[in-house]
Nanobody
Framework: QLRIVESGGGLVQPGGSLRLSCVVSGFLGNKYTIAWFRRAPGKEREGVAC???????????SYADFVKGRFTISRDNAQNTAVLQMNSLNTEDTAVYSC???????????????????WGQGTQVTVSS
């Protein structure tokens, strides 16, 4: 059983930045994918970004169109941590952001929840002036 803990959410003004961290505890194996999803009030959950780990090396990354050029996902293999750097935030980015882990390589194209069996509790991101 994996334990996933997110941190870094908060309140930020439009145009600002936040850095979310996802720490994963437990056995991951050689191939796994970490993704960030978000859910805004009244909306469906949507995939934000993902990064694969293949044999300890960074594999493919993928981003939703609405965050390309603004968000960057990275991974610290030694600490089983994935970081989502969010820049140029706008009010539409307000949501609960959740980190999820899938065993195997699932990053590429559309980021969908179905491969992810392990989820964190989420962290609130509010973009408001």
């Amino acid at each position: 059983q994996l334990r996933i803990v997110e941190s870094g959410g908060g309140l930020v003004q439009p145009g600002g930045s936040l850095r979310l961290s996802c720490v994963v505890s437990g056995f991951l194996g050689n191939k796994y994918t970490i993704a960030w999803f978000r859910r805004a009030p009244g909306k469906e959950r949507e995939g934000v970004a993902c990064i694969a780990s293949d044999g300890g090396r960074d594999g493919r990354t993928s981003y939703a169109d609405f965050v390309k050029g603004r968000f960057t996902i990275s991974r610290d293999n030694a600490q089983n941590t994935a970081v989502l750097q969010m820049n140029s935030l706008n009010t539409e980015d307000t949501a609960v952001y959740s980190c999820a882990v899938a065993l195997g390589l699932w990053c590429g194209g559309l980021i969908t929840p179905s491969p992810y069996r392990n989820w964190g509790q989420g962290t609130q991101v509010t973009v408001s002036s």
